[in-house]
């Protein structure tokens, strides 16, 4: 059942490497705990207590406005192929916009696609495993190219449009930091 860790042990990395998806979890201190799946090529492990993933553009952007309250971040995976698992990461993190000196570091780990919004840098404190034995079986088919073809139609100044339109806020209102 249920193990942990202080770090994430290689065998951990490269499962971590052959998953899909991951769903991201934050909270600010009052408000809405948002809960987000994300896919694409969009995280790396840099090692084994820190992990960087590219935020792409999106409707709401919750984590951004959490961290700048209270920068606590869950990562978790699960296995919807092969042997059961969920993977849990616990720690705090920080966001890295276009505007600050740890942007340029970040593009060397995930690449820029069109429309993308920001990093988020995580310092792992807490490494969690359990069974995932409710976990449906699900074949990956491919990644889903609809919010590629978007921010490629728009364009970068349109995606900095939309940031200014939706993206400054959260749904409880906290500010995001897009904007500087």
């Given at each position: 059942?249920?193990?942990?860790?202080?770090?994430?042990?290689?065998?951990?990395?490269?499962?971590?490497?052959?998953?899909?998806?991951?769903?991201?979890?934050?909270?600010?201190?009052?408000?809405?705990?948002?809960?987000?799946?994300?896919?694409?090529?969009?995280?790396?492990?840099?090692?084994?207590?820190?992990?960087?993933?590219?935020?792409?553009?999106?409707?709401?952007?919750?984590?951004?406005?959490?961290?700048?309250?209270?920068?606590?971040?869950?990562?978790?995976?699960?296995?919807?192929?092969?042997?059961?698992?969920?993977?849990?990461v616990y720690g705090s993190a920080d966001v890295v916009?276009?505007?600050?000196?740890?942007?340029?570091?970040?593009?060397?780990?995930?690449?820029l696609p069109v429309g993308a919004r920001q990093y988020?840098?995580?310092?792992?404190?807490?490494?969690?495993?359990?069974?995932?034995?409710?976990?449906?079986?699900?074949?990956?088919?491919?990644?889903?190219?609809?919010?590629?073809?978007?921010?490629?139609?728009?364009?970068?100044?349109?995606?900095?449009?939309?940031?200014?339109?939706?993206?400054?806020?959260?749904?409880?209102?906290?500010?995001?930091?897009?904007?500087?």
């Amino acid at each position: 059942m249920a193990e942990q860790f202080d770090a994430l042990s290689p065998e951990l990395i490269e499962w971590i490497e052959r998953q899909h998806v991951f769903f991201v979890a934050t909270a600010a201190r009052d408000g809405r705990v948002n809960v987000s799946p994300k896919g694409q090529d969009s995280l790396r492990v840099v090692n084994g207590r820190e992990i960087v993933w590219l935020n792409l553009t999106g409707s709401g952007n919750e984590t951004a406005a959490h961290l700048r309250d209270t920068n606590r971040m869950t990562v978790m995976w699960c296995a919807f192929e092969g042997l059961p698992r969920i993977l849990r990461v616990y720690g705090s993190a920080d966001v890295v916009h276009p505007r600050d000196p740890a942007w340029e570091a970040c593009t060397r780990l995930v690449p820029l696609p069109v429309g993308a919004r920001q990093y988020f840098r995580m310092q792992l404190d807490l490494v969690q495993t359990s069974c995932g034995y409710a976990v449906p079986l699900m074949d990956f088919t491919e990644d889903r190219q609809v919010l590629t073809q978007w921010a490629e139609k728009r364009g970068p100044e349109g995606i900095r449009d939309y940031w200014q339109e939706k993206n400054r806020q959260s749904i409880d209102g906290l500010p995001t930091g897009i904007d500087g």
